[in-house]
């Protein structure tokens, strides 16, 4: 029997405010060492208690949730969808400011992948082993056939991250919905600022956009088919 929608936003909610906020304080030891000076990425004061709640309150209820979301992909817990979000939040902040993607945290992201195709949750370890190599290796090849520094190595293990909990396929539509996100945001700013050209976007951003959005397309076309 399906959950209730509430328990279910909860959970995700929860998680994901949850996530995000201990990976952004994990994330700042890593970003001083190459940045030379501690980022202003740490939380307001009234965010940390309200992440404390919301992600309790959301871990508290999440477990009665059945398989809610319906996800074939190792997504369809609330707890560990909102997981997932929170990641992709806290990297796409972190690109955003700093213009860095911590290896620590697309690493575990890559790992929990493997992690959970070995536990035999989401993908089998073949889709997810190769999921992550198409990830680390097909943009190395767009970069070399253009002949130039497409993505960098945040963006590859980011790709690989993606590759290992969603599939080798995945990977070639986070590139295209990335690359098209960013150059719409830039677009966008700059029209708006009317103004000289703005530098450009990180890629990191937009291909946690096109990550997100395919996660819950798939969701969508599961829960469709059910």
């Known amino acids: 029997m399906p959950s209730e929608p509430l328990t279910v936003l909860l959970g995700v909610a929860g998680s994901a405010v ?3 906020q201990i990976l952004l304080l994990w994330s700042r030891p890593e970003i001083a060492r190459w940045k030379g000076a501690t980022p202003a990425i740490q939380a307001t004061r009234w ?3 309200w992440a404390l709640f919301v992600g309790m309150l959301g871990l508290a209820l999440a477990p009665s949730a059945s398989d809610p979301l319906g996800a074939p992909s190792g997504l369809s817990s609330p707890i560990v969808f909102g997981a997932w979000v929170g990641t992709l939040g ?3 902040r972190v690109d955003l400011q700093v213009r860095l993607l911590p290896d620590r945290v697309c690493l575990l992201l890559l790992l929990s992948g493997i992690a959970a195709a070995l536990l035999g949750v989401g993908l ?3 889709e997810s082993f190769c999921g992550v190599l198409f990830g680390l290796m097909f943009p190395l090849a767009i970069a070399a056939h253009w002949g130039g520094r497409a993505v960098g190595r945040g963006d590859l293990f980011l790709l690989g991250g993606v590759g290992s909990w969603l599939g080798p396929l995945a990977v070639l539509w986070v590139l295209i919905l990335g690359a098209a996100a960013t150059l719409s945001f830039w677009l966008v700013g700059h029209a708006i ?3 000289p050209a703005q ?3 990180p890629l990191g951003p937009g291909l946690c956009f096109g990550a997100l959005c395919l996660s819950m397309g798939t969701i969508g076309a599961s829960g469709a088919s059910a």
């Open 18 to 20: 949850a996530t995000m």
């Open 47 to 49: 965010h940390g208690p």
């Open 90 to 92: 806290a990297l796409s």
């Open 124 to 126: 089998s370890p073949l």
């Open 193 to 195: 600022s009317k103004g």
């Open 199 to 201: 530098r450009l976007l």
